[in-house]
């Protein structure tokens, strides 16, 4: 079992430019968190689906971040018009039950 | 809302001396209750979990035991060792009337000196 697996790892943007960050859970696994790390706000909670279904957004910036779930084997986060301020690490996260296991995170830095 | 507080932002200590790391919550749900820890640029692994008032749970030489009456879930280990150091966190979700989300204290980093 590979585990949660996060690309890139490191994603240096322009201030305006997009990015596009891609998780891939734990094969059999219902649902994929999205998260950010930030040293200021800690770990924040962005979004999250379950058996591909969108069930809470609630901590996603209103305006320029998106995810989306495909099919089982991938999400995606999308930001657009990257600002400095979204400079963090973006944690993805997949469960079965209650217990999240964690990827490694893409740190992004906008420039 | 719900929340997480941690009240230490730092921690040092001498290997071989226990350590307590405190965490207290609040929730209108029937809590879940989590300490995931992060080693240096890696993911956050979860440590312990509870949902069971008053019993204590251990991993790896770490204990705690959720209190609902105080609503807290403090994580000890009897003797720290140099692989402790490392980014502890509290966290929170439901059991019901939650959509599973969990919710991070800041985190407490433990500093394990020789």
């Known amino acids: 079992n590979a585990g949660v697996i996060q690309t890139p790892r490191h994603k240096v943007t322009g201030k305006g430019q997009e990015a596009t960050l891609w998780c891939e859970p734990i094969?059999?696994?219902?649902?994929v968190f999205w998260y950010r790390q930030t040293i200021v706000q800690g770990l924040e909670f962005l979004t999250y689906?379950?058996?591909?279904?969108?069930?809470?957004d609630s901590g996603m910036p209103k305006e320029r971040f998106s995810a989306q779930m495909p099919n089982q084997s991938h999400s995606t986060l999308k930001i657009q018009s990257t600002q400095p301020q979204d400079s963090a690490v973006y944690l993805c996260?997949?469960?079965?039950?209650?217990?999240?296991?964690f990827g490694p995170g893409t740190r992004l830095t906008v420039l | 809302g719900d929340s997480v507080t941690q009240t230490e932002g730092l921690v040092t200590l001498t290997k071989g001396l226990p350590v307590m790391l405190n965490c207290t919550y609040q929730?209108?749900?029937?809590?879940?209750l989590f300490w995931y820890v992060q080693h240096l640029n890696e993911a956050p692994k979860l440590l312990l979990k509870s949902s069971t008032d008053n019993k204590r749970t251990e991993h790896q030489g770490f204990y705690a035991t959720l209190h609902k009456s105080s609503s807290s879930f403090h994580l000890q280990k009897s003797s720290v060792q140099l692989s402790d150091s490392a980014l502890y966190f509290c966290?929170?979700?439901?059991?019901?009337?939650?959509?599973?989300?969990?919710?991070f204290g800041l985190g407490t980093t433990l500093q394990v000196q020789p």
């Open positions: 966290a929170l979700s439901g059991i019901t009337g939650n959509t599973g989300k969990l919710i």
């Open positions: 929730t209108t749900y029937s809590p879940f």
């Open positions: 996260a997949s469960s079965l039950d209650f217990e999240q296991y």
């Open positions: 094969s059999g696994h219902s649902a």
């Open positions: 689906f379950r058996n591909q279904a969108p069930i809470d």
